[in-house]
Nanobody, 120 residues
Framework: QVDLVESGGGSVQAGGSLRLSCVAD?????MAWFRQAPGKEREGVAR???????IYAESVKGRFTISRDNAKNTLYLQMDSLKPEDSALYYC?????????????????WGQGTQVNVSS
C-alpha cells in the first residue's frame, strides 16, 4: 500500500523555485525528503521530527526549507535558488519512531517520487 504521495515537481531554470508536497495517510513522527539522480545513490536532503529542528544536507542549506502541517498530514519542501545538480527524483519518506539519520533502511514508508529538473 502506498502511504505517501508526492507532488510539485517540474522543470525550471537555474535560480528558480519549486515547492514539493507529500500527503500522508496519517501522522508520522519523522518525515524526510530524499533524492536520487541517475547513476547515483539515494541521498537524504532534509528531515523533520515533529516539534524538532529541521536537519538539512550541507548541499542545500540556505536554499531549501522543510516544513509540515500535521492538521493536513502534509510535508513540504520549498526549494529556492535551484541548481542543475539539484535535478533528481525526489522521494518523501517517513517513520513512526526515531529521526536520527538518513539511512534509507530506517524509513518504513516511501512515496513514488516526483521529478525535478533544473536546466542551466
Amino acid at each position: 500500500q502506498v502511504d505517501l504521495v508526492e507532488s510539485g515537481g517540474g522543470s525550471v531554470q537555474a535560480g528558480g523555485s519549486l515547492r514539493l508536497s507529500c500527503v500522508a495517510d496519517g501522522y508520522r513522527f519523522c518525515m524526510a525528503w530524499f533524492r536520487q539522480a541517475p547513476g547515483k545513490e539515494r541521498e537524504g536532503v532534509a528531515r523533520l521530527a515533529d516539534g524538532d529542528i529541521p536537519i538539512y544536507a550541507e548541499s542545500v542549506k540556505g536554499r531549501f526549507t522543510i516544513s509540515r502541517d500535521n492538521a493536513k498530514n502534509t510535508l513540504y519542501l520549498q526549494m529556492d535558488s535551484l541548481k542543475p545538480e539539484d535535478s533528481a527524483l525526489y522521494y518523501c519518506a517517513a517513520r513512526n519512531t526515531g529521526c536520527f539519520s538518513w539511512y534509507v533502511t530506517d524509513f518504513y514508508d516511501w512515496g513514488q517520487g516526483t521529478q525535478v529538473n533544473v536546466s542551466s
